[in-house]
């Protein structure tokens, strides 16, 4: 895989799991409450805390009076608001102010009417402290339907069922993350093994092939590589619409790619289809070439179909799941020094643009939170105003390909409003899973165990049930590197420390050299075997200096 197009979508591998506030706007006709129809709404939990249940709830008369957008005083009718929900619609002001508005003529609920899709409320809440009547996005086209639906006379209240505690969706995620670094760790070792075993091909060796299909990170090359996570995430937060697209295609191309690298390895234990086709000089095995149109075939499927959530999500498994393994296997990390640096920026960039980018942007929403989540709904981004899209109830939003996607299978509530997924973006696979895959070749090289590769797994494996834990905790997205990256290192530098090997794990026991020397050697040697009339004389000391 090139490394550049690999570069242009690692920058966004580092996304936290992104939970929307989704809940049920319940309505009845004629003033029967327990008959009647459920709606999609989204709204901010930190505003508004709804009931569980529509049992108990409060229900309000609904006022529709979506021809406006009560951005001022002035657009009000003489309709009295009194105790009820009012119904406007999406405009060029805050939503925070047209509930201002509304909460002065004493309505008891504001519902902001989107044609296309629902948005999610970020507004900053600072300076409207008086705000206290609940507010949510419902679509348009529910409003417009509402009467024809439920009859005449319509009440209605909201609320957001609780989802359960677990998921077992949670537990895929979990299977899926530990079975992949410990894949990947696995096959990067089987690399190594490759590399220290001589070829019997004249001149060169199979090592020196496989160093070429690899990429080895300095720690110049880590720092370089973090800042340009930094301007491309900025470039994706105000240019998303465009840049999408872009991500998009290096997905395809890159996924495609390392599927074929995956299923080739695994094919050549195959005995069929090893007769060859020869084209312009070049040729090839007709295996492989039915392996790379299937291969194909699964990139163009996700991309045609890639807004289809009933089922498009395992296809982005796959593929997703492709890209770390090769990912991982064919990006080296020289030795542990350049492990804690790469996994400490990303840790530091992970924190800075969830945590503390909301205090900077306009809207106190976090960068990371926008990137992930996407265009919001019906809106794009105008200051802090909305400015209105046209109808279109059938609007898809692209997102990011850049998570593991399992639907969760407990919350059917709110499966009314979209499929519910558990996320877990590919960078919280890859970024520890590089350390896991230099504990491998670690124990290959220098060790006659597993040691630093299995603690670094088992590290990984906790890190992740603390990420779960907390996820369940606080209810809400957690930048998982926060939790993997102390469990990994801290558990490889253990067993660094307890065999007494630590300066020579932190330098990689002068790993490029070793490379180099055995490269070398192996070359010499089959020069002085292929060519006896001259005479070479070989150096044994492979020791490291």
Not at 95 to 119: C, E, F, H, T, Y
Not at 303 to 319: G, H, K, S, T, Y
Not at 454 to 476: K, Q
């Amino acid at each position: 895989m090139e490394l550049p197009a690999v570069l242009g979508l690692v920058l966004l591998l580092h996304l936290p799991q992104i939970r929307a506030t989704q809940g049920i706007l319940h309505a009845v006709g004629d003033g029967v409450p327990n008959t009647g129809k459920d709606y999609c709404i989204t709204y901010n939990s930190s505003w508004t805390t709804l009931p569980t249940s529509y049992a108990n709830a409060n229900y309000y008369k609904l006022e529709n009076i979506s021809s406006i957008w009560l951005c001022s005083e002035s657009e009000l009718p003489r309709t009295d608001l009194k105790n009820k929900a009012v119904v406007v619609m999406v405009g060029n002001c805050s939503i925070l102010d047209k509930a201002l508005i509304a909460q002065s003529r004493n309505a008891k609920m504001l519902l902001v009417a989107s044609k296309d899709g629902l948005p999610r409320p970020t507004d900053n809440r600072s300076g409207y402290e008086s705000l206290t009547i609940p507010i949510a996005y419902v679509k348009y086209g529910d409003i417009a339907n509402m009467e024809q639906d439920v009859g005449r006379n319509i009440n209605v209240t909201m609320y957001s069922p609780s989802p359960p505690l677990f998921d077992y969706s949670m537990l895929v995620i979990f299977l899926i993350s530990v079975f992949t670094v410990a894949l990947g760790g696995y096959w990067s070792g089987v690399s190594e093994l490759e590399d220290l075993r001589p070829s019997h091909n004249t001149g060169e060796s199979e090592g020196g092939k496989k160093k070429d299909e690899n990429v080895t990170f300095t720690p110049f090359t880590v720092i370089l590589f973090v800042v340009i996570c930094c301007v491309m995430l900025l470039l994706l937060y105000f240019f998303y619409k465009w840049l999408v697209y872009v991500i998009i295609c290096v997905f395809c191309l890159a996924s495609a790619l390392s599927m074929f690298n995956c299923l080739s390895a695994l094919i050549q234990y195959i005995p069929y289809g090893r007769c060859r086709i020869s084209c312009l000089s070049k040729s090839a095995e007709v295996r492989l070439i039915f392996l790379a149109l299937f291969c194909a075939a699964i990139s163009v499927t996700w991309a045609v179909f890639r807004n289809e959530d009933r089922w498009i999500w395992i296809l982005q498994d796959i593929l997703g799941i492709a890209f770390c393994l090769n990912f991982i296997k064919t990006l080296r990390m020289p030795n542990f020094k350049a492990c804690v640096i790469l996994l400490g920026l990303l840790l530091l960039y992970d924190v800075f643009f969830v945590f503390i980018t909301p205090f900077i942007t306009k809207n106190g929403q976090s960068i990371m939170i926008e990137v992930a989540a996407g265009p919001s709904g019906s809106t794009e981004k105008n200051g802090e105003n909305y400015v209105e899209v046209p109808p279109d109830s059938q609007a898809t939003f692209e997102k990011l390909p850049v998570v593991i996607r399992v639907p969760r299978l407990e919350y059917s509530a709110v499966k009314l409003c979209v499929m519910p997924f558990s996320l877990l973006g590919f960078g919280d696979i890859i970024v520890p899973g590089l350390l896991v895959a230099y504990c491998r070749r670690f124990d290959v090289r220098f060790t006659s165990s597993s040691a630093y590769y299995i603690s670094c797994t088992i590290g990984y494996a906790v890190g992740m049930i603390l990420t779960l834990v907390i996820l369940i905790i606080l209810n809400m997205g957690q930048p998982a590197l926060l939790y993997l990256v102390p469990c990994t290192l801290l558990a490889s530098s253990l067993v660094a420390w307890r065999r007494k090997e630590m300066k020579k794990f932190w330098n990689g026991g002068c790993y490029e050299v070793c490379i180099y020397t055995v490269f070398t050697l192996h070359t010499l040697i089959l020069s002085a075997l292929t060519t006896p009339t001259k005479r070479t004389i070989v150096s044994s000391d492979l020791r490291c200096r």
